[in-house]
Structure formats: C-alpha cells, structure tokens
T-cell receptor, first 119, second 114 residues
Framework: AQKVTQAQTEISVVEKEDVTLDCVYETRDTTYYLFWYKQPPSGELVFLIRRNSFDEQNEISGRYSWNFQKSTSSFNFTITASQVVDSAVYFCALSDDLYGSGNTGKLIFGQGTTLQVKP | DAGVIQSPRHEVTEMGQEVTLRCKPISGHDYLFWYRQTMMRGLELLIYFNNNVPIDDSGMPEDRFSAKMPNASFSTLKIQPSEPRDSAVYFC????????????FGPGTRLTVL
C-alpha cells in the first residue's frame, strides 16, 4: 500500500532561519510521482513541485530546494532564509502513474507539517 | 488562465438538509478529483472522473454522497441528507494527460453541518 509520512507535526523557527521538512514515502510502484503542496492560512492548496521516480536530481527554486533520495524513500523540502509569509501547512503527496494500467493517479497525502515562522 | 473554481466557498446548513457543492475544472483538463479534508483523516480522495465518467468512487463514504459530471466544465458533489460529521473542507482538483500529471486545486468549500 502507498503511504506518506511527515513525522514533524509542527515546526517553529525565527525568520531567516533555514528549515527542512521531512517526507518519507512507501510504494511498490516503479513509476510514481512525489509532490509538495502549501496550504496557507487562507486555506487553498498551492502546488509547489512535482518529481517523478526516475528523476533524482535535486531542485532549487529561489529559497526553496528539494532533496529526493530513492535509497531512503525520502523527499525533503528545505526553505532557506525563512520568511513570515512561509508560515503554512505543507503537505507531501505521492501518486502512481495516472496513465499506467490499473492506476488511479490519486494523491496520497501525508498528515502535513505546520510551519510557523516568527518575526 | 482561470484556475479551478468552486462554489460556494462557505456553506452552513442544518443536519438533514441537502447540500450541493460545485466545481468548474481548468479548461482542457479531462480529469477531475474531489477530496475532503478533516482534522481526523487529513486529505482523502472521494471520487474522480475522466472525460466526465466516474472512474473510482471507492472513497465516497456512504450512499448519502453522490457526484456527477454532466459536462467537461462542471461537476457537483451532493450530500443528502447531511450530518454533522460531514463538516469538512471539500476540494476539487483537475489535471490532464497532456500536462505533467499535476493536480491543481480549487480554493475549497468549507462545509459546516449544525
């Protein structure tokens, strides 16, 4: 069965600190996708990044970076020089290959990590 | 390009009443998903459609819940009769096979059943 674990329920940091959000996943599929979504206090779910299982290159986008390691089934998210606007709940999610035979493409979400960035 | 649109944004109703939630997917997207978010269960998939056809409704909690997609630009999720335990945020998301398989979410409908 597919499963996503975000062991950190809540993290609190002071502005400008770096913070890493952990994500560990379980799947038997060879082709799968990993995602991070942000849910700010306003409630919407904002897509941040998508990674497929064949691409283990780390990615950097501004202050955000992602570290994907298949060997440890982890897809961690780092925010460098955090800002108050980064305060949100962050979800890691896993899906199978939507277009693969018998697959659903549905997202399996972790429980989320609440990040509070204090000024 | 407009994102996924959901209405209403907030709904307060009394137990036993019928509730209808609405979703307009992103134009050109042929997959539509309904999710529910609660404190206890987190985010969970209820049902999804491909080309307006329901493909997997195994997440629908019980017969009180039903979903339809009469055309490519509109879907409804109906709860009849509603119960207090249905109180949650309901999200609609869409994607397409031409894109990167990323599901884009609407703003959600916060449902409160008194």
């Amino acid at each position: 069965a597919q499963k996503v674990t975000q062991a950190q329920t809540e993290i609190s940091v002071v502005e400008k600190e770096d913070v890493t959000l952990d994500c560990v996943y379980e799947t038997r599929d060879t082709t799968y996708y990993l995602f991070w979504y942000k849910q700010p206090p306003s409630g919407e779910l904002v897509f941040l990044i998508r990674r497929n299982s064949f691409d283990e290159q780390n990615e950097i986008s501004g202050r955000y970076s992602w570290n994907f390691q298949k060997s440890t089934s982890s897809f961690n998210f780092t925010i460098t020089a955090s800002q108050v606007v980064d305060s949100a709940v962050y979800f890691c999610a896993l899906s199978d290959d939507l277009y693969g035979s018998g697959n659903t493409g549905k997202l399996i979400f972790g429980q989320g990590t609440t990040l509070q960035v204090k000024p | 390009d407009a994102g996924v649109i959901q209405s209403p944004r907030h709904e307060v109703t009394e137990m036993g009443q019928e509730v209808t939630l609405r979703c307009k997917p992103i134009s050109g997207h042929d997959y539509l998903f309904w999710y529910r978010q609660t404190m206890m269960r987190g985010l969970e998939l209820l049902i999804y459609f491909n080309n307006n056809v329901p493909i997997d409704d195994s997440g629908m909690p019980e017969d009180r819940f039903s979903a339809k997609m009469p055309n490519a630009s509109f879907s409804t999720l109906k709860i009849q009769p509603s119960e207090p335990r249905d109180s949650a945020v309901y999200f609609c998301a869409s994607t397409n096979r031409q894109g990167p398989d990323t599901q884009y979410f609407g703003p959600g409908t916060r449902l409160t059943v008194l």
